[in-house]
């Protein structure tokens, strides 16, 4: 089946450390995006990839990096410059027309600083 | 980046036909009207697309007016699993959307 893989589901996070979040997608789509998403809150859009080995900021791009040298993944790091990382964080892909067939999103992962 | 206005919250009970309103008064000539719908620790998923007048597909009705400053999504006979939080987004092929706080609507039994 098509989709995006998002992992971790939950992962745990101590004070000034980077984590790496992971997307994969095999759905040969071309833009990927992440999303953060906190309590009762709607989706905030960190950075984006329209291609490979280009990506642009979003909203909220500080304390975040991404990297896109596959067009399959599209990983995240919250660095320890991020001050409040705990979040839901969505991945999602699209065609170049995303008007035409929509974002697809990953089930997302559960970021907790301890 | 066209922005859209919705209620914060609704509740309906089951059986109901529940229309929720969303306004986006600076709407462009080449933007279209999306919505999606999201639960709890999941991702939002399509739910239909528009650009003027009605559209219809299975799961939903969008009703869209001759000024376009506006958006009416319409879930016809919600149940219990029509509990969710929906996004109207405006915006044209190629550019990025906002997707706002949402619309959560809570069925009641």
């Known amino acids: 089946d098509g989709g995006i893989t998002q992992s971790p589901k939950y992962l745990f996070r101590k004070e000034g450390q980077n984590v790496t979040l992971s997307c994969e997608q095999n759905l040969n789509h071309d833009a990927m995006y992440w999303y953060r998403q906190d309590p009762g809150q709607g989706l905030r859009l960190i950075y984006y990839?329209?291609?490979?080995?280009?990506?642009q900021k979003g909203d909220i791009a500080e304390g975040y990096s991404v990297s896109r040298e596959k067009k399959e993944s599209f990983p995240l790091t919250v660095t320890s410059a991020q001050k409040n990382p705990t979040a839901f964080y969505l991945c999602?892909?699209?065609?170049?027309?995303?008007?035409?067939?929509?974002?697809?999103f990953g089930s997302g992962t559960r970021l907790t600083v301890v | 980046l066209a922005k859209t206005t919705q209620p914060i919250s609704m509740d309906s009970y089951e059986g109901q036909e529940v229309n929720i309103t969303c306004s986006h008064n600076?709407?462009?000539?080449?933007?279209?009207i999306t919505w999606y719908q999201q639960f709890p620790s999941q991702g939002p998923r399509f739910i239909i697309q528009g650009y003027k007048t009605k559209v219809t597909n299975e799961v939903a009705s969008l009703f869209i007016p001759a000024d376009r400053k506006s958006s009416t999504l319409s879930l016809p006979r919600v149940s219990l699993s029509d509990t969710a939080v929906y996004y109207c987004l405006v915006g044209e092929a190629g550019n990025q959307f906002y997707f706002g706080t949402g619309t959560s609507l809570t069925v009641i039994p």
């Open positions: 999602a892909s699209s065609t170049g027309q995303v008007l035409v067939y929509g974002y697809t």
């Open positions: 600076n709407i462009a000539t080449n933007d279209y």
């Open positions: 990839s329209q291609i490979v080995n280009d990506f």
